[in-house]
DNA sequence: TTGCGGATTAGACTCATTCTAACTGAGTTA
DNA sequence: TAACTCAGTTAGAATGAGTCTAATCCGCAA
């Protein structure tokens, strides 16, 4: 069920949105709400079906432009798997994602510094790199890890 | 230049089309040769019109065709960085990609087995992993490091 | 009350990839 | 030699995620 926002998560909102000179908008207001509502990674298709239920005029087109908006702000970040629909992440800390092979369910996995560390040292003197994605692909036998 | 195969890596194609079952195909043997000949990581378009200066008939069904098989049988892997098009990799050692973010060259990074070992080490007691993508996204001052 | 500009909207468009149905050709089988 | 078979190939249609466009909306300032 898609609760409202708590005034903590709506004042990062607020905070991210203007920082970067954007407007506070019902509609974005919305999508965000879903984002954190069910942090299982949802696809555009699935954010605007819930999004819907509580604001039924939105339209796709807007649910793309919230959440190119949020990545652009930082909000949230983009998760893709091989050339599927991409998936939207609200967890900032930096992480890396299990898909599991079977249900298709996206899991978020901690990614220690002393990880990060050693990976960003296997690249050879003159390249520099800000992003880094870790994917793994397999079974999980373990019950839901999501962060909410 | 696309040059003809060498007998070392006509039999490796051959040996693993057969023994996953295959045929050996001028189209294939012509894909192959392309992918060998440039280590660029093309995509399925620059696969298809390299192919097509040796081979003018090939279809690019066919390109896509032969790609999958080679996936399939083990000689090339895929390469995806977010959903832009696919790209063709013939490395089979393990190894990271490095996206250059100006000139969107791609590049192998070498993975050291100590990484992929500590990068195994963090997933929870549970999940299973058999592929590991990893990729970075920056900015290169290297000359190329293709290794042909 | 009018004008401005960012946000939203519906629907058209793009383009990588997949699908489909017809065709080819090498290797049987009759 | 002719018919059969079956994987592979082919052209073009279909799919579908994502982008673009042009019209509209709406809060705010002049």
């Known amino acids: 069920m898609i609760r409202n926002l708590t005034e903590h998560d709506k004042e990062h909102l607020q905070e991210a949105l203007i920082k970067s000179g954007q407007k506070v908008t019902p509609q974005r207001e919305a999508v965000f709400t879903v984002l954190l509502a069910e942090r299982d990674h949802p696809t555009v298709d699935e954010v605007f079906n819930r999004a819907r239920e509580v604001m039924p005029g939105l339209s796709l087109a807007t649910v793309y432009n919230c959440l190119e908006t949020f990545v652009g702000c930082g909000l949230v970040r983009q998760v ?12 900032l800390a930096p992480h890396a994602h299990f898909r599991d092979k079977e249900t298709g ?29 870790i994917s793994f692909l397999g079974r999980a036998q373990a019950k839901d890890t999501h962060s909410n």
């Open 80 to 91: 893709n798997h091989e050339r599927e629909s991409t998936r939207y992440c609200p967890n």
């Open 105 to 133: 369910q996206v899991h978020d996995i901690e990614l220690p510094p002393e990880v990060m560390k050693s990976l960003r040292s296997i690249l050879p003197p003159g390249f520099d790199s800000e992003v880094i994605e």
